[in-house]
């Protein structure tokens, strides 16, 4: 005797994984940015930069949760829950660094959270999505397809 079939995961983690990894990319982004601003001698973006920081160890920690729920009632794949664990300890070590003045750490660290924030953006966006229950799939050709207004389209040479 088999067993059923397994139920389909849920959509909305996945979404969700992509809000969150998308979010930490742009926070990421512009952390480089303030970085460079604080280098070039503008001295109050080092405050822009430590709440930045701050923001996006918050979005890491949410992003760990959704991460939690894409793998455990979704059934979906193990590789966000660690990466994004890897993300979390990586992010309190950074935010470390910096408030020690450890530059050298600091900016190698950096660098490398840019790195995984980019790649994990990436596989996030691969993931794909389950199909919608209830979704409309009729129309003239049974791909859910409206036709076009007016009829088919014929081109004249």
Not at 52 to 59: F, G, P, S
Request: charged content about 15%; cysteine-free; overall charge positive.
């Amino acid at each position: 005797m088999s067993s059923p079939p397994a139920a389909p995961a849920p959509r909305w983690p996945l979404i969700l994984l992509r809000v969150t990894a998308t979010t930490l990319a742009l926070l990421a982004l512009l952390q480089a940015m303030l970085a460079g601003s604080f280098l070039n001698g503008t001295y109050d973006s080092l405050k822009d930069h430590e709440d930045n920081a701050m923001m996006l160890a918050t979005v890491v920690v949410v992003q760990l949760v959704v991460a939690f729920f894409v793998r455990r009632p979704g059934g979906g794949p193990l590789w966000p829950l660690w990466s994004t664990a890897l993300l979390t300890v990586a992010v309190i070590g950074q935010i470390t660094a910096g408030y020690a003045r450890s530059i050298g750490v600091h900016v190698t660290l950096g660098v490398l959270l840019v790195s995984g924030i980019l790649f994990g953006l990436v596989g996030a966006w691969r993931l794909p999505l389950p199909v919608r229950e209830g979704r409309y799939e009729g129309g003239p050709d049974g791909g859910g397809r409206l036709p076009r207004p007016g009829g088919p389209v014929e081109v004249k040479r």
